[in-house]
């Protein structure tokens, strides 16, 4: 194994470890302010007793994503220091902005609401939570203009071998952009939303604290429906920007090979990467490819011959992935408009309450599905179509790699058991009473 191939494997083990918890953060941050903004107005204790309970499920997310994102930035140092200075002027500065604002401003305003109860107001309690929510959703604006800064390179000159920010107004405002952080946030809520639906239909299937329960089930449904059915609409309009930016993805997403016009879509098919072309394909739909590429169904689309093997992505990966994560995308559209129409009764559907537990991962599952397909489709650029990824990599000792990957892949699984013991035990225990609660 080389360099390169240890550099990327490393990589890829911490930014799908970090992505574990990401998403929940951000689409808890938001559910927590929500119910301690209801508790607020209506002074209803069980909306103090919600936000409490989800809030420390929040923590305890929060504490190990933070801890994991902290090594990715390292490693840009370490193993990617020819993309460090070949970008660092674009990259760098997105990333300063995250860290030095919206982290800090994360971070202060954690501590502020963990301390503050019955120490500051509960308007700038509130104040609090929802500074915590703004802050993390634009922690991940900056990270995502960072990545989209990758996919769709703008606003830079090449000078003395460098890629130097020219116009910051160009990059924090692509299309490309503006659609990674919409859909990547949308995935994120969907997670909170079947996570917290999950561990309530736990409870109410035990008929613990049903009225408890109830409600977070009754709001989470609510939510979870909102935001499944946005991301599949919202989902079609990234095909129309991948046709332009990024074809090669769109095409490998697709397993489509050849260049033409009126091009279909295959519900079954299977890519022969070696011999390109598909193995067999079946329940074609005409014209629906270009319709989704271009809005037209006459359109061209590029296919994967068009270009040599060596500037494909790899085909498989990113086709399976798309599919699977597109079938979940209809999944959560199909459970969450079940759990929205039992909302006010649901303990009267066990089947359903069982079916959303068995549903907590599968949102992960998505999130990943859906990172593979953003970073594997971008291959073999590291930023599309200016520098490949195999140029990036750092000229170190593979031994070295090797043994920080081991060390990162032992550190991460005792990082994760840990989290989700703790998720687990403090889900299962249940919210404290109000009297305990300290109010």
Known sequence: MDVLFLSRLQFAVATYFHFLFVPLTLGLSLLVAIMQTKWYRSGDEDWLRMTKFWG????????????????????????????????????????AIEATATFFLESTFIAVWFFGWNRISKKAHLA??????????LSAFWILVANAWMQSPVGYTIRNGRAELTDFL???????????????LGAAYITAGFFVLGISAWHLLRRGDTAFFRKS????????????????????????ILQSKQPMKLAAMEAHWETRTNAPIHLLQWPDEENGRNLFEALTVPNALSLLADYEPDAEVKGLNSVPPADRPPVLPVFLSFRAMVGLAFLFIALSAWAVKRRRDPTGSPLLLKLLIFAIPLPYIANELGWTIAELGRQPWIVYGVMRTSDAVSQIAAGQVAISAVAFILVYTLLGAADYYLLAKYARRGPEDTAAAGN
Request: without cysteine.
């Open 217 to 240: 089930f009754a709001l989470a449904a609510v939510w979870a429906l909102t935001f499944s059915v946005f991301e599949v609409a919202q989902g079609h309009m990234n095909a129309e």
């Open 128 to 137: 609090s939570i929802w500074l915590v929510a703004i802050a993390s959703n």
């Open 56 to 95: 420390k499920l929040f923590l305890i997310n929060f504490a190990i994503g933070v801890v994991t994102g902290i090594t990715l930035e390292f490693q840009f140092g370490t193993n990617w220091a020819r993309y460090s200075i070949f970008v660092g002027d674009v990259f760098g500065s997105l990333l």
């Open 170 to 184: 160009a990059l924090i405002t692509q299309p490309f952009a503006i659609l990674e952080i919409v859909h990547t």
